[in-house]
């Protein structure tokens, strides 16, 4: 089997549009249950889209908004850390970075590695080298 080239997702639609190429319309729109016209909108740019719509990531974000609104960043954490352990990832708690002038938190834009990454045993990316061997505390 020829290994592909890793597809780089930074907008939700990308993934949509990546997941639509690779296993096709028809088994997003049965996962979904939705019709395969509303997997296409999923996936459109909407700046270049007369017809877009919000996906399911772009309508997660809105929930886990509301949620760290009123405190509950636990329960936004939960849910990161039940999709990415379910396929081999971790999530890691957001952490304060400041250099002299300004405090961001991680990542911020520009920032290149993500704090969520697929790891070896040993706790670092097997393709970047990130250190992720943090943990959550039970």
Same mark, same amino acid.
């Given at each position: 089997?020829?290994?592909?080239?890793?597809?780089?997702?930074?907008?939700?639609?990308?993934?949509?549009?990546? =997941?639509? $190429? *690779? &296993?096709? !319309?028809?088994?997003?729109?049965? #996962?979904?249950?939705?019709?395969?016209?509303?997997?296409?909108?999923?996936?459109?740019?909407?700046?270049?889209?007369?017809?877009?719509?919000?996906?399911?990531?772009?309508?997660?974000?809105?929930?886990?908004?509301?949620?760290?609104?009123?405190?509950?960043?636990?329960?936004?954490?939960? =849910?990161? $850390? *039940? &999709?990415? !352990?379910?396929?081999?990832?971790? #999530?890691?708690?957001?952490?304060?970075?400041?250099?002299?002038?300004?405090?961001?938190?991680?990542?911020?834009?520009?920032?290149?590695?993500?704090?969520?990454?697929?790891?070896?045993?040993?706790?670092?990316?097997?393709?970047?080298?990130?250190?992720?061997?943090?943990?959550?505390?039970?």
């Amino acid at each position: 089997m020829t290994r592909l080239m890793p597809t780089i997702i930074t907008r939700s639609h990308h993934f949509f549009t990546s =997941a639509q $190429r *690779i &296993l096709g !319309e028809e088994r997003l729109a049965t #996962v979904w249950k939705k019709s395969v016209s509303q997997v296409y909108r999923w996936g459109a740019d909407p700046a270049r889209c007369d017809d877009p719509s919000r996906n399911p990531i772009d309508l997660l974000k809105v929930l886990f908004d509301d949620l760290q609104e009123v405190g509950r960043d636990d329960v936004v954490e939960g =849910a990161l $850390r *039940i &999709l990415a !352990e379910s396929h081999g990832y971790q #999530v890691g708690p957001r952490e304060i970075r400041s250099d002299k002038n300004s405090a961001t938190r991680f990542p911020g834009p520009g920032r290149s590695s993500p704090p969520i990454s697929k790891c070896c045993p040993d706790g670092h990316c097997r393709e970047c080298g990130f250190d992720c061997s943090f943990s959550f505390a039970s």
